[in-house]
């Protein structure tokens, strides 16, 4: 099986501008969750999707929003970008087993300019 | 409110020797689970192992085994026989009700 791909792996973006992130998770997988990493704050759980709805949301700005397919695939965006939202974005599927393994995808390193 | 703490930033460790991670938590759920995380240079989360709160037995998978100790909200990690690609981050991570709340973590770098 493939596992989670995320792409672009990296991006450079200015100030002020929009991004798009997008996850694949393994495939029957119905669970999509993000993180984001930062030197200063660690991992931090941004949010969840689980057919098509948010299930679970962490404490970030409205600026960071997501949503999921009816494949599962997922996307999440982020709006007026800042610098500090330079971060390594992680995304991980879940196959909603007993004790719900995440399984990570490379992530994408944002860099805000 | 939950909370999990690693107070190693950083180890050093020999080759084949054994080390030891510390994790604590604190959480009020009657069911929860813990997990490893290793991320290497590269980035990408690789699992590890699992405790579930009401497992009897500790966790192990291959060199990697979990010092469960619910009593005390302790997770500690112990890698056995330690290996040159060992060398990592490591985090410990809270599992309730599908968000994953992550320590610190601690640098591991496993010396020849």
């Known amino acids: 099986k493939a596992g989670v791909t995320q792409t672009p792996r990296y991006l450079i973006k200015t100030r002020g501008q929009q991004v798009t992130l997008s996850c694949s998770p393994i495939s029957g997988h119905r669970s999509v969750s993000w993180y984001q990493q930062t030197p200063g704050q660690g991992l931090q759980f941004l949010f969840e999707?689980?057919?098509?709805?948010?299930?679970n949301k962490g404490n970030f700005p409205g600026r960071f929003s997501g949503r999921q397919f009816s494949n599962s695939r997922s996307e999440m965006n982020v709006s007026t970008l800042e610098l500090g939202d330079s971060a390594l974005y992680l995304c991980?599927?879940?196959?909603?087993?007993?004790?719900?393994?995440?399984?990570f995808g490379p992530g994408t390193r944002l860099t805000v300019l | 409110a939950q909370k999990i703490t690693q107070t190693q930033p950083g180890m050093f460790v020999q080759e084949k020797e054994a080390v030891t991670l510390d994790c604590t938590y604190d959480t009020s759920d009657p069911s929860y689970g813990l997990f490893w995380y290793k991320q290497p240079s590269s980035g990408e989360m690789i699992f590890l192992i699992y405790?579930?709160?009401?497992?009897?037995q500790n966790a192990t998978e291959g060199r990697y085994s979990l010092n469960f100790q619910k009593a005390r909200k302790s997770a500690n990690l112990v890698i056995s026989a330690s290996q040159l690609g060992d060398s990592a981050m490591y985090f410990c991570a809270l599992d309730s009700w599908g968000k994953l709340q992550f320590g610190a973590g601690t640098q591991v770098v496993v010396t020849p």
């Open positions: 405790q579930g709160s009401y497992d009897q």
């Open positions: 991980a599927s879940s196959p909603e087993t007993l004790y719900n393994e995440q399984f």
């Open positions: 999707y689980f057919s098509e709805t948010q299930r």
